[in-house]
């Protein structure tokens, strides 16, 4: 609001100019009405700075998508984006050496005493994956596999060969189990979806991120392990990845693969993980930390995210949030 200053002399000066009006002859003319402020077109600061982001190999490549399309519209805000597994983005924001943490699984409460606040931002999923060339691959496919016996293989360690898996005793093949070294988010959900409680339950040979598992499974005829949607799909033609094969989890348990469980493309698994049809554990939300509620250019980058940003998650091979889950996490930022 503009503040306006009369003088004494200023005074004398409108009440002789009133005075003299009232004793002309002259009618008084109407008054003029009075003009309108003046509009103010100052615009908002255009948006500048670095945001860095570390975190969960799952997360990341949407990330990556989320952090050009972003540059796009605000050409002066960089981005510093690393993966490193979700375990390393939690580390990072704790620390305040980030600004946001890609984080693959719930946020644990003694995390959130230390100050971290998180929202969800997309949903994705962890599939088991087995080479395509293991040797009862054709009979795997379908049977598919219950929730009991990937226990059996990756909790208690009671499955050892292929022959167990698919309940023939005269193959005796041997089962390679394959998990995460790094701290994982895909990790801890297997975990929980095969009947831990943590990724330090699951059995089986570490291997260091995303990319090494998918590799070593597709090299290993007697591999299982497991993959986040994004990994296990090439999202330029929507097929799986060449060399893996996903065995159909057998779900309602009746021996069989049922075509509903079997995922040959991205939108078969895209829509399972979708419309609740793939059980959670193993489907999870993608979520995105950050040391204390958000503000300035963080903010505004993660609310683009929960808006304009959601167009972007199918084709990088994640789901997008529902409009209640969406208005759920832009009102946590509020």
Known sequence: MRKFT???ASILVVVSMLLAGCNASTPTPAPV?????????????PLSGVVSVSGAFAL???????????HKLHPDVEFDVQGGG??????????????????????????????????????DAVFPIISSENPVAAQILKKG???EIFNKIYISGEITTWGEVIGDPAITDEVHVFT???ASGAAEQWSKFSGGKAQEDLKGI????????????????????????????????????SGIIIPPIDIDKNDKADAVEIYTVKKDAFDAVANG??????????NLATLGKPDGLTLAFIEWILTDGQQYLESAGFVALTPEQKTESLAKLK
Do not use: C, H
């Open 6 to 8: 009369l003088t004494l």
């Open 60 to 70: 990341y490549p949407m990330m990556t998508v989320w952090a050009d399309e972003f």
């Open 33 to 45: 009405a009075a003009t309108e402020s003046p509009v103010n077109t100052a615009t908002e600061p």
């Open 145 to 147: 596999i219950t929730q």
């Open 86 to 123: 979700a375990g390393k983005g939690m580390t990072d924001t704790i620390a305040d050496a980030v600004d946001i943490g890609m984080i693959s699984r719930s946020i644990k409460e003694e995390e959130t005493a230390q100050g971290i606040f998180w929202v969800s931002v997309a949903k």
């Open 180 to 182: 995460r070294s790094d």
């Open 277 to 286: 049809t793939y059980p959670s554990p193993p489907a999870r939300f993608e």
């Open 206 to 241: 570490g291997v260091n991120g995303e990319p090494a598992i998918l590799d070593t499974v597709i090299k290993d005829p007697l591999a299982i392990g497991y993959g986040n949607l994004n990994s296990i799909f090439d999202l330029s033609n929507g097929n799986i990845v």
